[in-house]
């Protein structure tokens, strides 16, 4: 199978065979006009198999939340058909509405309208709380 | 502006600040009556409470300040739905400063982010409850004149009950602390806190079941009540109502400056035969409460009080 290569955008790559379509979901890629390529199950050296999303636009969106989703995740920016910077997303210090609090005493169970937001509080072990009820928060 | 949800909200030099301006207030009670003349609490009580909120009313009062709120959500807006970040932009029209008690947790959080006075934590759900903590540790400094190295045990409802989760952090920036935690299996401390506070701060601390059996060891023995309303099921909680009862002969073995604590109310795991024993330090403790409010209004009023 080909998919071109693209010119100015970006490439997620050695995401969790099978995932892929939840971080297209999440990070709204179905409301782009550009080409946007999902390649699931690409055989892979390192992972056996793996999906990858290649996104034909330079886009300024949030990709540090996608360390929360997915930590092993590699970010490629493509620009005049080259790469000219590839890093894996660290974990961010906050999400905002991304998780949401399970503990039913918890305040944003009731508030309305009310940003749930999770607060990074052991970066080694990737341990986010809310920061309103501090429960920690399960993937 | 600021508020006071969690008591990691305050450093060690501001409690330090707040119990020194807590034993001044105890000392030169006159010199702090008009204080707070013409300022307002409000008391935003969407949960039931009778020492809590009287005792912030009382310190306002003693302050020379006036106190307006409600006791419980259903004389509130709350019972029509109204939601809490709007309740505090409104109470904030009419006080200068607020203290909420609320069932949910965050929910005096909330309040900080939305109010434009002050917001005072006085309770929200089984989280935190950090005015209950500056309590605690105004009296342990009372009694015991310092917080370094001091065996504390912890008693009861370890998993529901915010005053020992409070008084943890607030202890665990004090060197030589060891921390005696017993309670049922079902009521330890939530996990969180034993990894996030204790161990990776390296606190010394140990787990038992068995009160009597670490009672010698004791410089601080801190009770709480098995509390009704954290439990969704009741069989559970009349199951574990009863697991730790403190008496004079459970006393037998206990330092004779023990410094026995209870954040009230208390139900019956203190024996009122306790009452009267010299080592019995819940009801100073429940009266130094009003003061430490005294000496935080102040402080979060930006109130100066000239030397006299």
Do not use: W
């Amino acid at each position: 199978m080909h998919i071109d290569a693209i010119q100015n955008g970006i490439v997620i790559d050695h995401i969790q065979a099978g995932k892929s379509l939840d971080l297209y979901h999440f990070l709204h890629l179905d409301d782009l006009d550009c080409s946007v390529a999902i390649l699931r199950n690409v055989n892979s050296q390192k992972m056996g198999k793996k999906d990858i999303i290649k996104i034909d636009s330079v886009l300024d969106m949030d990709l540090g939340v996608l360390g929360y989703m997915d930590a092993g995740i590699t970010i490629s920016i493509i620009q005049d058909g080259k790469q000219v910077r590839k890093f894996h997303p660290e974990l961010p210090e906050q999400i905002k509405n991304v998780i949401f609090c399970k503990n039913p005493r918890c305040i944003t169970t009731v508030e309305q309208e009310i940003d749930h937001i999770f607060k990074l509080t052991d970066r080694e072990n990737g341990i986010y709380r809310c920061l309103y009820c501090e429960t920690a928060a399960k993937k | 502006m600021r508020n006071l949800i969690d008591i990691t909200d305050l450093t060690i030099a501001e409690i330090d600040e707040l119990i020194q301006t807590a034993c001044d207030i105890i000392e030169n009670p006159d010199k702090y009556c008009e204080a707070c003349h013409r300022k307002k609490l409000a008391t935003l009580f969407f949960e039931p409470s009778t020492r809590t909120r009287l005792s912030f009313e009382a310190a306002m009062l003693e302050l020379g300040g006036s106190v307006l709120g409600f006791s419980e959500a259903n004389s509130s807006s709350a019972a029509k739905g109204e939601s809490v970040s709007d309740t505090v932009r409104v109470v904030g029209c009419y006080a200068d400063i607020i203290a909420m008690r609320h069932p949910k947790e965050g929910a005096p959080m909330v309040a900080s982010m939305h109010s434009p006075v002050p917001i005072i934590n006085a309770g929200d759900g089984g989280h935190n409850h950090p005015t209950q903590t500056l309590t605690d540790l105004l009296t342990i400094h009372r009694e015991k004149g310092h917080f370094d190295n001091l065996t504390v045990g912890l008693c009861g409802d370890l998993k529901f009950g915010r005053t020992v989760h409070s008084l943890i952090h607030a202890l665990s920036r004090y060197s030589g602390i060891h921390f005696v935690l017993i309670s049922p299996e079902e009521l330890r401390l939530p996990s969180y806190i034993i990894h996030d506070v204790l161990e990776k701060k390296q606190l010394s601390y140990e787990e038992t079941q068995d009160l009597e059996a670490v009672m010698p060891k004791l410089d601080i023995l801190y009770m709480t009540r098995v509390q009704k309303e954290r439990f969704f099921n009741e069989a559970d909680y009349i199951r574990l109502k009863d697991s730790y009862v403190l008496t004079l002969d459970k006393l037998k073995n206990a330092k004779e400056d023990l410094c026995i604590l209870h954040p009230l109310p208390r139900v019956n795991e203190i024996a009122t035969s306790v009452d009267n024993d010299s080592r019995a330090c819940y009801f100073k403790q429940a009266h130094n409460g009003k003061y430490i409010r005294m000496a935080l209004i102040l402080k979060l009023l930006g109130v100066e009080i000239p030397c006299i």
